[in-house]
T-cell receptor, first 116, second 108 residues
Framework: DTAVSQTPKYLVTQMGNDKSIKCEQNLGHDTMYWYKQDSKKFLKIMFSYNNKELIINETVPNRFSPKSPDKAHLNLHINSLELGDSAVYFC???????????????FGPGTRLTVT | QKEVEQNSGPLSVPEGAIASLNCTYSDRGSQSFFWYRQYSGKSPELIMFIYSNGDKEDGRFTAQLNKASQYVSLLIRDSQPSDSATYLCAVTDDKIIFGKGTRLHILP
């Protein structure tokens, strides 16, 4: 049974388009994250949500907007896609921040976004 | 700026030997330390975490933390070809920061 799932697995689109990536976790965790892993494999946190509230919002363009309809879901919407947005995007979840399990993260399979 | 440094490798280790992976971090206030394994084309997988100075063992894996030296390491005993992957060190205080990873290659 999949713990953290993402859709789609692959996304190929043209510059200027708007796209969304969906993430769901069935671990009962309170905190969810979005990461970007670039071509050099550097994994960088973008957003963190705790109980549907934005906790961390790193310096990312405002074209990226996370949305959390409930604590099991965290979606990522990207407007006006650019070539530099091409990367693998990972969703992750963990127990509540401030607990001993915080940051013991479980990652989804990733979404490979290619912007042409 | 807070940083987590790892040698990118590749680190080549003969099968059956001990693989030693190292990580240094810049923020002395860091609280928690993690090692993730990432196979090519796959997502990171948590394999070890350590919060206190000293050693923590789990099967063939040992994490070592020295907060005074701002240094955390991962030892893999009896290395297997299936251990070939990129190992990411992660450090947290108010947020998590990942190193760029060390590629480990176990030679059969």
């Amino acid at each position: 049974d999949t713990a953290v799932s993402q859709t789609p697995k692959y996304l190929v689109t043209q510059m200027g388009n708007d796209k969304s990536i969906k993430c769901e976790q069935n671990l009962g965790h309170d905190t969810m994250y979005w990461y970007k892993q670039d071509s050099k494999k550097f994994l960088k946190i973008m957003f963190s949500y705790n109980n549907k509230e934005l906790i961390i919002n790193e310096t990312v363009p405002n074209r990226f907007s996370p949305k959390s309809p409930d604590k099991a879901h965290l979606n990522l919407h990207i407007n006006s896609l650019e070539l530099g947005d091409s990367a693998v995007y990972f969703c992750a979840s963990s127990q509540d921040l401030g607990t001993s399990g915080a940051y013991e993260q479980y990652f989804g399979p990733g979404t490979r976004l290619t912007v042409t | 700026q807070k940083e987590v440094e790892q040698n990118s490798g590749p680190l080549s280790v003969p099968e059956g030997a001990i693989a030693s992976l190292n990580c240094t971090y810049s923020d002395r206030g860091s609280q928690s330390f993690f090692w993730y394994r990432q196979y090519s084309g796959k997502s990171p997988e948590l394999i070890m975490f350590i919060y206190s100075n000293g050693d923590k063992e789990d099967g063939r894996f040992t994490a070592q933390l020295n907060k005074a030296s701002q240094y955390v390491s991962l030892l893999i005993r009896d290395s297997q070809p299936s251990d070939s992957a990129t190992y990411l060190c992660a450090v947290t205080d108010d947020k998590i920061i990942f190193g760029k990873g060390t590629r480990l290659h176990i030679l059969p």
